[in-house]
Every structure is written in structure tokens, then in C-alpha cells.
């Protein structure tokens, strides 16, 4: 239960955690889609040579690359905003998971970063440098660091987070023992999922919109908590009013 006087500060956070997650939800969708028209790392040289030679498509990754930082940021700001809220909900939280929290969702973020950048980095040049079209092998050999960067270790910080968060929130009573499994389901997947197929890492997208949902919950809870600050105008039973 939380404290009364921390009601306000505890909804707060909890709904500014669930907008910047919704907010991080939607632009990384919209991000992998568009940065999905690059050709794939089993595609031929001749789809490679074809995209960069002066695809129209190019203009839609190099969007999809713009607007990766910006869902980086809003995760940022949404894992920023938990930890707000789990400090007024359970001020003495597991130390092993609240540690692991914090550097999972930055190891996420610094690999989605270094990773999308590698896949985009020759539509980026070729729209927007101008240059001429890259030979395929280096476009495949970027593309194979980008999605190794991604698939292998980004998703793995993605999958931790979800569990750490997932715990913390469970304990704090923010998720109830159903969508608790649910989201302990998305993050193992995440965790020990083998595949390179974008449509995968949708997974971490669907964990952080079910979480998010449930904060938007707890911070309508909190605020329709009636507040029980005492009323000092009142007199007590023996007659005399508090000091």
C-alpha cells in the first residue's frame, strides 16, 4: 500500500512512466518498420545492389534511423520515471534486481543505438551523403554487425529489463499475478529467444504497452486515494486541539 503522503509523487511518476513507455512503444514500432525495407542479411548481392542504386526506399530507412534516438530517449525517460515510482512504493527494493534494472536498460539502449546505426549507416550515406552505392559485401557485412548488435545483445538487455522491472513491479503491487506471468513470458522469450527475425523484437514493445497500462492503473488508484492528512482544527477527544 502506499504511504499516503507519497500517494501524489508515487501517481506521478507512475503516470509519467507509462506515457514516456506508450510514447517508446509506438516510435519503435514505427522505427523497425521502416528500417525493415533495408535488404536483409540473407537477401542476394543483387537485391543490394538494386536498394542502394537508387531505391526510393532508402528514404524510409534513413527516416527509421532518425527516429531510433528518439525512442531511446522516451525509454530512457520511462525507465527513469519506474524507478521514480518504485522508490516511493517500496523505498528498500531488492538491491540485486534494482541494480540490474538500471543497467540493463542503458546496455538496451547503447546496443539498439550502436546496432540500427550499422544497419542504416549505407542508406544514410547514399540518400542523404550522396555517395555512390556501396559495394554489397560491405553493406552485408554492416548489416550482419547491425543485427548481430541487436539480436544477440540488445535483445538479451531488453529481456533482462523486462524481468528485473517485471519483479520490482510484482513486489510493489503494481502487477497483479496474471499479467505478472504474462510479462515473465515476453521478457524469457526475449531473454533466450534465437532468431534474427525483426518481427521478434515487437515482443519488447508488447511487454513495455502491458506494463504501461498497469501504471496508468496504479496512478488513477493513487490519485482517488482520499487524503488522510489529519485535520488540525479539530478537537481531540480529550478537548484540547493538537499542537
Not at 524510409?60 to 522516451?74: C, K, M, S, T
Request: net charge positive.
Amino acid at each position: 500500500m502506499t504511504v499516503p503522503g507519497n500517494a501524489a509523487e508515487s501517481a506521478a511518476a507512475a503516470r509519467i512512466a507509462a506515457i514516456s513507455g506508450l510514447v517508446f512503444a509506438v516510435l519503435f514500432v514505427v522505427a523497425l518498420v521502416l528500417m525493415h525495407r533495408a535488404p536483409k542479411l540473407a537477401d542476394p548481392d543483387a537485391t543490394y545492389a538494386a536498394f542502394y542504386a537508387g531505391g526510393g526506399d532508402q528514404l524510409f530507412v534513413a527516416i527509421g534511423l532518425y527516429l531510433v534516438p528518439f525512442a531511446g530517449i522516451a525509454f530512457l525517460w520511462h525507465t527513469t520515471a519506474i524507478r521514480n515510482a518504485l522508490d516511493t512504493l517500496t523505498p528498500a527494493p531488492s538491491t540485486m534486481a534494482h541494480g540490474l534494472n538500471l543497467l540493463a536498460g542503458i546496455i538496451f539502449v547503447i546496443l539498439l543505438f550502436a546496432g540500427t546505426a550499422a544497419v542504416g549507416a549505407v542508406a544514410f550515406g547514399v540518400y542523404f551523403g550522396h555517395t555512390p552505392a556501396e559495394n554489397p559485401a560491405v553493406a552485408r557485412a554492416l548489416t550482419g554487425l547491425g543485427y548481430g548488435l541487436v539480436f544477440i545483445f540488445a535483445v538479451r538487455g531488453a529481456g533482462m529489463f523486462a524481468i528485473t522491472t517485471t519483479t520490482l513491479l510484482r513486489t510493489a503491487k503494481v502487477l497483479p499475478t496474471i499479467p505478472a506471468v504474462i510479462a515473465y513470458l515476453l521478457a524469457a522469450f526475449l531473454l533466450l529467444a534465437v532468431t534474427n527475425n525483426p518481427v521478434a523484437f515487437l515482443v519488447f514493445p508488447a511487454w513495455v504497452v502491458l506494463v504501461s497500462v498497469f501504471l496508468l492503473r496504479h496512478s488513477a488508484a493513487s490519485r482517488s486515494l482520499p487524503d488522510r492528512t489529519p485535520d488540525t482544527t479539530r478537537p481531540t477527544l480529550g478537548g484540547a486541539t493538537p499542537s
